[in-house]
């Protein structure tokens, strides 16, 4: 997956490359044929379920589409941010930090529970 297309352009890309139509596809999400074409244009936001669905529907892997659309949801929420982009390292961080106290707590409670 190609880190400078949109997520739409992935979708757009890999439905035609199976040959697939918009109806067909919508169809299976069980979403009107406009707003799929709509997403695919990065005109409409598209829920992770939904790229959870699309995954499955268009074969990609589903660990990259997720993380290709969360990574376009951050983008979008702090792209006009003057200072965007140090938030992204800083928050970075928290998510390192938070996930070592959630491991050392986890690893507490498993230690307490065989005693």
């Known amino acids: 997956m190609e880190n400078n297309k949109t997520t739409g352009e992935i979708l757009r890309e890999k439905r035609e490359e199976k040959g697939l139509l918009l109806r067909h596809v919508s169809a299976k999400l069980d979403i009107d044929t406009a707003i799929l074409s709509k997403i695919e244009r990065g005109a409409r936001k598209v829920s992770k379920e939904q790229i959870i669905k699309l995954a499955k529907i268009l074969d990609l892997d589903k660990e990259k589409?997720?993380?290709?659309?969360?990574?376009?949801?951050?983008?979008?929420?702090?792209?006009?941010?003057?200072?965007?982009?140090?938030?992204?390292?800083?928050?970075?961080?928290?998510?390192?930090?938070?996930?070592?106290?959630?491991?050392?707590?986890?690893?507490?409670?498993?230690?307490?529970?065989?005693?």
């Open 65 to 115: 589409l997720v993380v290709q659309y969360l990574s376009e949801k951050i983008l979008y929420e702090i792209k006009d941010e003057e200072l965007g982009e140090k938030a992204l390292k800083v928050a970075e961080q928290k998510m390192k930090y938070i996930g070592r106290k959630s491991n050392e707590s986890n690893s507490h409670k498993s230690k307490k529970s065989i005693k």
